[in-house]
């Protein structure tokens, strides 16, 4: 055990031009590191006086060495109150408030707390939401005196308010006698986060004094609960605007899908933050408006920002929406060489994208790379096999993760009963769904029964859907009535589709999809006079069918083609490259599937000509012209694609030994020597 050595005593272990004050004077975290390791080599380390320097030397706001910190404090001998207030203080302000509160029930075994150790705990509850907690430490105050104290106070009213106890937040508030700005603000923000905005303007008024905190909640409150109008008309009044209020009423307009008023604020900022750029690309990408939240991050690394966590998963996110593995990659080196580590929604978003961007190899392979997986990765690598078809991968890999110990959740049986859909494994379906309620306890949400429903309806058994719907303990929604219509128009049973188009229209008469299916249905049956009343419908209630799309990402820019378009530059190469397409589709037999042709056209010519111009195959052309050989042509199409353009795909990627990777509405099909991934089941 080390010898404590009496305080005048230390000078003679330092070296002649090394004074003893060096302890009470230094604070670059280097010379506090050497101090504390020749502390160590002589022996003078249990000292009191210094042990406690070290310590609090660590702990001050501009080392902020939180493992040394607690480190030394594990080490003093004798440890006082203002040790265990200044350690626990440390552990809440650097986000481990629960380490904190865990110090804190040790603390009250040794000592009483005081005014200090209070406040401080009460704001850790805060921070986590744990009320309960908050609850028994406002016990606590009250009981050893401190319940009037104006900081402990303060606390408990920022504690109710953020947990959002406002009634209790309001009692507390009602008792003091002394309030300040930052109590009115806490309280305010209370009843803005509950959705109380009238009470919290009232309080604004009757505020003797607002300070730009004050003015920023209410504008902020007003935006998230849709009176974007009144938020701007209060921001506009507002004497002095900080960045919070700037972002706030930008995160307004975001949500409220006012993109122009949004930018318009952006540009008139007098600075920008991290805060606001991750807005404006959030919200962007939240908005499906994915062109535009890319062009913000690159913006944004022109002006040098650095982005952080939350902004790559959005970039990531706007990517995916795209489908532009190029600039994915990009943002994935920039990411490695910025230092950025694969862990958490980062992790988890750079495997979707690769995945949704048609790169399944690339998403198998960043997943490999995470050291500590968590249930996210794993969701989301099985999500991806699954939309490839690459079901047995997908389940085996599920199977591998419950034998790790983690606990899968619903997103992933959402991701496990997909894998199964797009294989048409029709029991393992029916056994992972009652898995998920007997053995994880997991009480199945809409989507789960709607996975369920999919794939009885794709495989056929659309009595057995019917039933599953009329018997789900909730109300199902337009998606579950969607698919049960979508495998009536696919089985072809009128009866079953007809009465499921009823309860789309009944549930959300907007669905586009429904008025296609049933008119396709109809079509398809050759029942004319029924397609004719439909689109009736339609066009009385301003419904309009969405054209066939697909896009293809080349040399950074990406491409749209719609049904016999015309307008590219390459229009002219594009049609004889499909002509072309079209003879060599003959040599090897081919005989167009004009059944597929959901128009009142007489001739089959006429239908032929109809389905050579699918948007997928301009795309395909444009690809076989620009796209290098041994490069994969990455295709996205907004609606499903059509069985006669599967078949076509599939001879064509033999044909020209390419592979051709489409993404369309439901799925991918990844097209390899005259073959498909989904095996033709989709």
Request: contains cysteine; hydrophobic residues 40%; positive net charge.
């Given at each position: 055990m080390l010898k404590l050595m009496p305080l005048h005593?230390?000078?003679?272990?330092?070296?002649?031009?090394?004074?003893?004050?060096l302890f009470q004077t230094c604070s670059a975290p280097q010379e506090v590191e050497q101090l504390h390791a020749f502390s160590l080599k002589t022996a003078t380390f249990n000292h009191p006086f210094v042990c406690s320097r070290l310590f609090a030397l660590y702990s001050e706001p501009k080392i902020n060495d939180l493992g040394y910190a607690r480190s030394v404090f594990d080490r003093i001998q004798q440890r006082t109150l203002i040790h265990w207030n200044t350690i626990i203080k440390c552990y809440v302000e650097n986000q481990f408030s629960h380490d904190g509160i865990v110090l804190f029930h040790e603390l009250v075994h040794e000592f009483l707390p005081d005014n200090f150790t209070l406040p401080c705990v009460i704001k850790g509850c805060a921070r986590l939401g744990v009320v309960q907690e908050g609850k028994q430490i406002h016990g606590l105050a009250l009981k050893i005196g401190f319940g009037s104290d104006v900081f402990v106070q303060g606390s408990l009213v920022n504690m109710y308010s953020k947990c959002g106890k406002i009634d209790c937040a309001r009692k507390v508030f009602d008792g003091m006698i002394e309030k300040d700005v930052v109590l009115w603000n806490a309280l305010i923000d209370g009843y803005a986060r509950c959705g109380e905005i009238e009470i919290a303007l009232r309080l604004f008024e009757d505020m003797p004094e607002r300070d730009a905190f004050s003015w920023t909640v209410l504008v902020d409150g007003?935006?998230?609960?849709?009176?974007?109008?009144?938020?701007?008309k209060l921001f506009d009044q507002m004497p002095c605007r900080n960045l919070v209020s700037w972002n706030a009423m930008i995160n307004g307009y975001m949500k409220s899908g006012d993109f122009g008023l949004a930018l318009e604020l952006f540009y008139q900022m007098p600075k920008w933050d991290l805060v606001t750029w991750n807005l404006m690309i959030a919200g962007y990408e939240l908005n499906g408006q994915f062109v535009d939240?890319?062009?913000?991050?690159?913006?944004?690394?022109?002006?040098?920002?650095?982005?952080?966590?939350?902004?790559?998963?959005?970039?990531?996110?706007?990517?995916?929406?795209?489908?532009?593995?190029?600039?994915?990659?990009?943002?994935?080196?920039?990411?490695?060489?910025?230092?950025?580590?694969?862990?958490?929604?980062?992790g988890t978003s750079l495997i979707e994208m690769y995945a949704k961007c048609g790169c399944i190899e690339s998403a198998l392979t960043v997943f490999q790379a995470i050291q500590k997986k968590k249930v996210g990765h794993w969701t989301a690598i099985i999500v991806g096999l699954g939309a490839y078809g690459m079901a047995n991968h997908a389940l085996a890999l599920f199977l591998e993760m419950c034998k790790t110990g983690l606990k899968p959740n619903a997103i992933t049986f959402i991701g496990v009963l997909n894998a199964c859909n797009h294989a048409g494994l029709v029991d393992d379906g029916r056994r992972y769904f009652d898995m998920m309620m007997n053995e994880y306890e997991i009480e199945p949400t809409v989507e789960h029964y709607g996975c369920l429903v999919d794939i009885l309806c794709r495989a056929g058994h659309l009595e057995e859907a019917k039933n599953t719907i009329e018997n789900m303990p909730i109300s199902p929604n337009k998606v579950i009535w969607m698919s049960l219509l979508g495998g009536s128009r696919n089985h072809g049973n009128i009866d079953i589709g007809e009465y499921a188009a009823r309860r789309v229209i009944e549930v959300a008469p907007e669905t586009i999809g429904c008025y296609i299916l049933l008119s396709n249905m109809y079509a398809a049956s050759g029942m004319w006079e029924k397609v004719s009343h439909v689109r009736e419908m339609m066009y009385k209630r301003g419904v309009r069918k969405d054209p066939g799309c697909s896009s293809l990402e080349h040399k950074d820019v990406l491409l749209e083609f719609i049904v016999g378009d015309k307008s590219h530059p390459q229009t002219k190469e594009i049609y004889a490259k499909m002509s072309e397409m079209k003879e060599k589709l003959k040599c090897v037999g081919h005989v167009p599937d004009t059944t597929q042709v959901l128009l009142c056209i007489e001739g089959e010519e006429e239908k032929e000509a109809e389905l050579e111009n699918h948007s997928e195959r301009l795309a395909i052309a444009f690809g076989l012209i620009n796209v290098k050989p041994g490069s994969p042509i990455r295709i996205m199409k907004n609606l499903r694609v059509c069985n006669d353009c599967h078949s076509v795909t599939k001879?064509?990627?033999?044909?020209?030994?390419?592979?051709?990777?489409?993404?369309?509405?439901?799925?991918?099909?990844?097209?390899?020597?005259?073959?498909?991934?989904?095996?033709?089941?989709?």
């Open positions: 005593s230390l000078q003679q272990h330092l070296p002649q031009n090394v004074h003893f004050s007003l935006s998230k609960c849709g009176k974007v109008e009144s938020a701007r939240a890319l062009k913000m991050f690159f913006t944004m690394l022109e002006f040098g920002s650095r982005p952080n966590h939350a902004t790559l998963v959005s970039a990531f996110s706007a990517v995916s929406g795209l489908a532009v593995l190029s600039k994915g990659r990009w943002i994935h080196s920039y990411m490695e060489k910025n230092g950025f580590e694969l862990d958490g929604i980062l001879l064509l990627s033999k044909i020209y030994s390419r592979e051709i990777i489409v993404r369309d509405n439901t799925r991918f099909h990844h097209f390899r020597n005259g073959s498909c991934s989904c095996m033709d089941y989709w």
